[in-house]
């Protein structure tokens, strides 16, 4: 009897013992694929913390990680945090999460070939300094010769709205990013016009950055070694398990409803185009990071959000915080 009373005595215990690690990720936003995983398949809890994991808007998701009520971001891109780091926020980018799931649609039946046709044109977007008008801009100055933010009409509003503008006619493309992207293909219908993450791969550089990083404090990082790493395995085994998977589990409810997708053919394409353009990564190689800090480098010289780049955009545990504790 002594025995079996310990292990009942101490169970809760062990299980009070797991810190919180609050997460965030935007609404609607593939981003957030991994931590619904994470939540619902109990990764955090596999992993040895609690998760809390909040959805904010776009428009107040960079905000609400800033003033404290996150501990990481998942939906920061590197650009966001050299501005945040020149402003005197101490954070920086720890470990990758989105390959560039964003893009210029355009109706499918319209008859734009390349970006240089909607030179003129009307074009829907939702901030010159979201990382997704950021990166398509960069892209399409590299590949094709010329600023979008000059020579298109640019029309801002929210992601969701961009949905309903290039539907009803009011503008010829679109800025934005997925699930939004596989809403306005089926709804418009719509195309790619340009994937951004293989429009990256087919520039001068030959590679892609991310649209999203995991970001935290410099602080949070070293008072907290265990539980970063531990957030970190929790994404790379969510990530597998979308691999592993083939995005079927994406098809789960607790996804289509963090996504607000009721519509089997929008779910449809939001697989086929994780099948064809993988919507995350665990790349933080060295290279890779020497090849952002690069593409940052560009951006300042170009005047492109940027004057300078700070130190410590971009870290990696093993070098920020040491070996595994």
């Known amino acids: 009897m002594g025995a079996v009373f310990t292990v009942i005595a101490t169970a809760p215990v062990m299980a009070a013992e797991l810190q919180t690690v609050r997460l965030q990720a935007v609404s609607g936003s593939v981003g957030g694929i991994p931590l619904m995983i994470m939540a619902n398949e109990g990764l955090d809890k596999k992993h040895g913390f ?4 909040e959805f904010p808007p776009h428009e107040g998701a960079s905000q609400n990680f800033l003033v404290g009520n996150s501990d990481i971001a998942m939906d920061n891109d590197i650009a ?3 501005i945040a780091r020149t402003e005197g926020f101490k954070i920086t980018a720890f470990y990758p999460v989105g390959n560039h799931y964003t893009g210029i649609v355009v109706k499918k039946d319209s008859p734009y070939k390349t ?6 044109k009307k074009v829907g977007h939702f901030g010159f300094d979201s990382g997704t008008t950021t990166f398509i801009r960069i892209v399409v100055n590299n590949l094709y010769g010329f600023d979008v933010t000059k020579e298109y009409k640019m029309v801002e509003t929210g992601p969701a709205a961009l949905v309903k503008l290039l539907d009803a006619g009011e503008v ?5 990013f997925e699930a939004f992207v596989s809403k306005a293909i089926v709804s418009a219908p719509g195309r790619y016009l340009m994937q951004t993450h293989k429009a990256f791969v087919a520039s001068p550089e030959g590679y892609a950055t991310w649209i999203t990083n995991m970001v935290a ?5 070293k008072a907290n070694p265990k539980l970063a790493y531990a957030v970190r395995d929790a994404y790379d085994e969510a990530i597998k398990m979308l691999k592993d998977s083939n995005y079927e589990i994406l098809r789960k409810p ?21 099948r064809s353009t993988p919507y995350f990564t665990n790349d933080w190689s060295k290279e890779i990071i020497g090849k952002a800090e690069a593409l940052l480098a560009k951006m300042a010289s170009d005047k492109i959000l940027i004057k300078a780049v700070p130190d410590g955009v971009m870290v990696t545990l093993e070098d920020f915080i040491g070996p595994r504790p």
């Open 80 to 82: 966001g945090v050299a």
């Open 217 to 221: 404090r410099e602080k949070w990082l």
């Open 172 to 176: 010829e493309a679109i800025f934005d």
């Open 254 to 274: 607790y996804i289509t409803k963090g996504l607000s997708i009721k519509s089997d053919k929008v779910l449809d394409v939001l697989i086929e185009n994780a």
């Open 50 to 53: 609690k998760g809390e994991f």
């Open 115 to 120: 970006p240089k046709d909607l030179i003129g």
